[in-house]
């Protein structure tokens, strides 16, 4: 009877074989979601580090045009041409009196001879 007792043993050893493999490539499965959720987890917060940072450019971007905006100006650009400058807007008219000499043209200056 010896013999009839092993042989259920050998089949329960095979049979607890299998399932050692199916739990194997259960756990090989289940690492590979783990891993492949991480990485979509990753990607995501590294979308989110993005979306950021072009949130940030853009407002940088909105300041700098308002700021471009108010410097270029016409009223602002047009005051300081005529504090500094001394230039006239053109509506206006400004007129400038030069003292009245009578001269001689360029070429009879130079013809006539020096005393």
């Known amino acids: ?49 993005l979306d950021q940072r072009i949130q940030q450019v853009r407002d940088e971007q909105s300041q700098l045009q308002a700021e471009l905006a108010e410097r270029a100006g016409v009223g602002r650009v047009q005051g300081k041409a005529t504090r500094e400058l001394g230039l006239v807007a053109p509506e206006e008219r400004a007129y400038v009196k030069l003292p009245t000499r009578r001269s001689k043209p360029a070429a009879e200056q130079d013809a006539e001879p020096t005393p």
Do not use: F
């Open 1 to 49: 009877m010896p013999r009839a007792a092993r042989a259920p043993t050998a089949a329960a050893a095979r049979g607890s074989r299998r399932p050692s493999s199916a739990s194997s490539r259960s756990a090989r499965l289940l690492s590979g979601i783990v891993v492949v959720n991480l990485a979509a987890l990753n990607e995501r917060v590294r979308s989110d580090d």
